[in-house]
């Protein structure tokens, strides 16, 4: 039984883990779109979209409704869009750390750059 529940927890996010479907699912956070509407607002080519949103629907991260000829999709459960929101923060947070780092670092070779120059410099006085 655990092993299903790790098996689908697996294909799942497998389902997320898509760049063009993390932008299907950003433009659908707000409500039910058309397959149009999706084109237009990310830029995916109809086909492709719609091999993306057909492995979203199988995997139940979004559900459709038609309508006359037109396809709607929608969010299957809204707790997805706010697991996408907080590895969004992480990631936010993650990105925020390296540039401390990465600054920190630019800020001590900076400091003995400045420091080795000084030394450069009063040599050269003497």
């Not at 389902?15 to 063009?20: E, F, G, P």
């Not at 139940?60 to 996408?84: D, H, M, P």
């Not at 947070?93 to 009063?122: K, M, T």
């Amino acid at each position: 039984m655990e092993d299903d529940f790790y098996c689908l927890h697996s294909q799942l996010c497998k389902a997320l883990a898509n760049d063009k479907r993390q932008m299907i699912l950003a433009a659908l956070r707000d409500g039910e779109r058309s397959v149009l509407d999706l084109v237009d607002v990310t830029g995916i080519r109809q086909a492709n979209l719609s091999q993306h949103l057909s492995l979203m629907r199988t995997r139940g991260v979004v559900v459709a409704r038609r309508e006359g000829t037109r396809v709607y999709y929608s969010i299957s459960n809204q707790k997805l869009i706010q697991a996408f929101d907080l590895i969004t923060e992480v990631m936010e947070e993650s990105l925020e750390g390296r540039v401390r780092v990465a600054g920190s670092i630019g800020d001590a070779s900076a400091l003995s750059q400045s420091g080795v120059n000084e030394e450069a410099s009063d040599e050269s006085r003497s």
